[in-house]
């Protein structure tokens, strides 16, 4: 499974888009690339996935360059409920032979303030 | 509600015991995940199961071992417990395996005193 390294902390504040980035450069082919929030004592939540270029939903956005070695989860307007810390993760999606170890690492703790 | 349920909420038990953490996944999904978060260690994958069988292993104690049975529900089962053993303890559960979508249950807080 590919490594990958996040900022360990970022604040911003209301209203604004935040963006967190995460290296993972020796990415697979076969990888994709997905992000989970966690607030505290609460299990993670699956915000976005995405293998190339750019995802979209409700809730944010997912930029994957060309290279794939990195991406950007982006979250417009963030209000205080966005407080949380957000993993991000990078392995092949479909897999039902051998094993395939999880990581999630440590993590972007964001600080929303008002 | 991530529809993953996963009893008993809260646990305190004492050291060298032997408790068993008992998960059940989402209607339709074939695989349980179990996961320990600690607060000096993070999220920390244990192993995973799917349809019944055990698929990938992480960094999981030889005094755990889990479980899943033909209903899908899933036993983590934690025994001579130490203090360093007391964390929030996490099932998901996801439609397939691999790096799919997972669902994660409200957790299991143990303490072992």
């Known amino acids: 499974l ?6 360990i902390s970022m604040d911003s504040y209301e209203g604004q888009e935040v963006n967190i980035t995460c290296s993972h450069n020796n990415i697979a082919t076969n ?9 505290p004592s609460q299990g993670p939540r699956f915000i976005i996935q995405g ?11 997912l930029f994957i360059p060309a290279d794939r070695k990195s991406s950007t989860l982006s979250l417009p307007r963030v209000s205080l409920s966005d407080t949380a810390v957000y993993y991000c993760l990078v392995g092949e999606r479909w897999r039902d032979t051998g094993f395939q170890k999880l990581v999630f690492g440590t993590g972007t703790r964001l600080l929303v303030s008002p | 509600d991530s529809g993953v349920t996963q009893t008993p909420k809260h646990l305190i038990t004492a050291t060298g ?5 008992r998960c059940s996944p989402r209607s339709g999904d074939l695989s349980v995940y179990w996961y320990q978060q600690s607060l000096d260690q993070g999220l920390q994958f244990l192993i995973q199961y799917y349809n019944g069988e ?8 030889e005094r755990f071992s889990a479980q899943q049975f033909p209903d899908l529900h899933s ?13 929030l303890y996490f099932c ?5 395996t691999g790096l799919v979508e997972q669902y994660f249950g409200p957790g299991t807080r143990l303490t072992v005193t």
């Open chain 2, 17 to 21: 015991q032997r408790v068993t953490l």
């Open chain 2, 75 to 87: 036993e983590l089962n934690l025994s001579s417990l130490e203090l360093g053993d007391s964390a």
């Open chain 1, 51 to 61: 293998y190339k270029t750019k995802v979209t939903n409700e809730v944010a956005s």
């Open chain 1, 2 to 7: 590919a490594k990958t390294t996040q900022p």
């Open chain 1, 31 to 39: 990888d994709y690339i997905t992000w989970y929030q966690q607030f």
């Open chain 2, 54 to 61: 055990e698929r990938a292993k992480g960094n999981i104690l």
């Open chain 2, 92 to 96: 998901a559960s996801s439609v397939d």
